[in-house]
């Protein structure tokens, strides 16, 4: 059990373009998700912090417009990365939590590069 | 403010053999949890083991098992019976828990990682 998914889980786009990615929990529901983004051989960042039906919160230095997170059910999150540009390129990871539960499932990653 | 530090970029064992990551970690709070996660190639996270700051014993989980030394601040990871397979990217992490009584938890902060090579 536990699952997470993520679609796609590459994605090549062109530069000023948008690009969808989603997350999902295939067996649970998720009442917080979470968004990170990884660069080669570097740690996860955490971007923001959603919580279903609420605005999500992100971290410091994060754009809220460029990177436009929804989770509208217990069970599906999105992150839109709005006008791409090639430095957005990344590997992003998105993450569920159960209520009252300390694990985090992670999805597989969604790696994005911007031409 | 949580930091977490990996102080090993990389590291190499033989196959067979144990070999232990290092982990140390700053907090003020005194409820945490503290977590271990493998990075293969693939991108995938795989959840290796958990370690609460109340647990009273390390944490085991078959192969791996966590060297909780509190005072210390230090949560170091040992695999035991290295395997190729094993070799992966390796990270730490920690969650503090919310205000007294709550059930939410904070986020997870994440160190920088340790390369794991394991030789035949």
């Known amino acids: 059990g536990a699952v997470v998914s993520q679609h796609p889980s590459w994605v090549i786009c062109k530069s000023g373009t948008s690009v969808k990615i989603e997350c999902r929990s295939l067996d649970f529901q998720a009442t917080t998700m979470f968004w990170y983004r990884q660069f080669p051989k570097q740690s996860l960042m955490l971007m923001a912090t959603?919580?279903?039906?609420?605005?999500?919160?992100?971290e410091q230095g994060v754009e809220k417009d460029k990177f436009l997170i929804n989770h509208a059910s217990l069970t599906l999150s999105t992150l839109t990365v709005t006008s791409a540009h090639p430095e957005d390129s990344s590997f992003y990871i998105c993450?569920?939590?159960?209520?009252?539960?300390?694990?985090?499932?992670f999805g597989p990653g969604t790696r994005l590069t911007v031409t | 403010a949580q930091k977490i530090t990996q102080t090993q970029p990389g590291m190499f064992v033989q196959e067979k053999e144990a070999v232990t990551l290092d982990c140390t970690y700053d907090t003020s709070d005194q409820s945490y949890g503290l977590f271990w996660y493998k990075q293969p190639s693939s991108g995938e996270m795989i959840f290796l083991i958990y370690q609460g700051s109340y647990d009273e014993q390390n944490a085991t989980e078959g192969r791996y098992s966590l060297n909780f030394q509190k005072a210390r601040k230090s949560a170091n990871l040992v695999i035991s019976a290295s395997q190729l397979g094993d070799s992966a990217m390796y990270f730490c992490a920690m969650r503090e828990r919310r205000a007294a009584g709550g059930t939410s938890y904070g986020k997870l902060t994440f160190g920088q990682g340790t390369i794991l090579t394991v030789h035949p």
């Open positions: 993450s569920a939590r159960r209520a009252g539960d300390y694990e985090q499932y």
């Open positions: 959603s919580n279903e039906g609420s605005k999500a919160t992100y």
